[in-house]
């Protein structure tokens, strides 16, 4: 079984300060982890993927996310917040071997205030 | 244009009738899926299709009906609304070697 577990339904930022968004992810397999963004009335857009590869995953508009296997944690950062990353963030779990259903968290609203 | 196309975007249907929410792909990706996006509860997987003819449930199937004919489409039916099933759908896509989904723009169902 898999699961993942966002800390914080609302986090509030203020324009230019450092955005954390946290994940914690349970998985008895090595996982798969992502971050998506859904900007209103809009689908899931990919920002960035964590594949077993490098720890520290760079994504699009300048977000980046850590996985540190021994806190079971994938968060997601970003140094300096703009106006325009105001929108609802999700990570998600899968893993390796074809395709493996995807693990939805349910949701972390950033608010970031001028 | 290439890309996941959702239709309708929205819809408002009474309690009791059938509706399709229809889905159509591009890139030929083999995977397609549909979420249904509630508050508090994130994205919940309704059906997946491996490839055309080929489909499974996920984690809330109850009260859907899935085809895949061809690998670009996959409709979603609801064979007699209710008012549990008035919520955001998101169709996806994707490449298993990717492992990622790229999702539609979503239909925003209200069943009345």
């Known amino acids: 079984a898999q699961s993942v577990t966002q800390l914080g339904s609302h986090v509030s930022v203020s324009e230019g300060a450092l955005v954390l968004l946290r994940c914690n992810y349970s998985?008895?397999?090595?996982?798969?982890l992502f971050w998506y963004v859904q900007y209103p009335n809009q689908g899931l857009q990919l920002l960035l993927k964590?594949?077993?590869?490098?720890?520290l995953v760079k994504g699009i508009n300048g977000f980046e996310a850590e996985f540190k296997k021994s806190e079971t944690s994938f968060h997601l950062t970003k140094p300096s917040a703009h106006m325009s990353d105001a929108a609802e963030y999700f990570c998600?779990?899968?893993?390796?071997?074809?395709?493996?259903?995807?693990?939805f968290g349910i949701g972390t609203k950033l608010q970031v205030i001028p | 244009d290439a890309g996941i196309t959702q239709s309708p975007r929205y819809k408002i249907t009474e309690t009791g009738r059938q509706v399709t929410l229809m889905c159509h792909q591009t890139?030929?990706?083999?995977?397609m899926f549909w979420y249904r996006q509630d508050l508090g509860h994130g994205l919940r997987l309704i059906y997946y299709?491996?490839?055309?003819?080929?489909?499974d449930k996920g984690e809330v199937p109850d009260g859907y009906v899935v085809s895949r004919s061809k690998t670009e489409n996959f409709p979603l039916t609801l064979e007699s609304a209710t008012r549990s099933q008035t919520s955001v759908y998101f169709c996806?896509?994707?490449?298993?070697?990717?492992?990622?989904?790229?999702f539609g723009s979503g239909t925003r169902l209200t069943v009345v």
């Open positions: 299709s491996a490839a055309a003819d080929i489909t």
């Open positions: 890139w030929s990706h083999s995977y």
């Open positions: 964590y594949t077993s590869a490098a720890t």
């Open positions: 998600a779990v899968s893993h390796s071997g074809g395709y493996q259903k995807v693990t």
């Open positions: 996806a896509s994707s490449d298993p070697f990717e492992n990622q989904d790229t």
């Open positions: 998985s008895s397999v090595p996982p798969y």
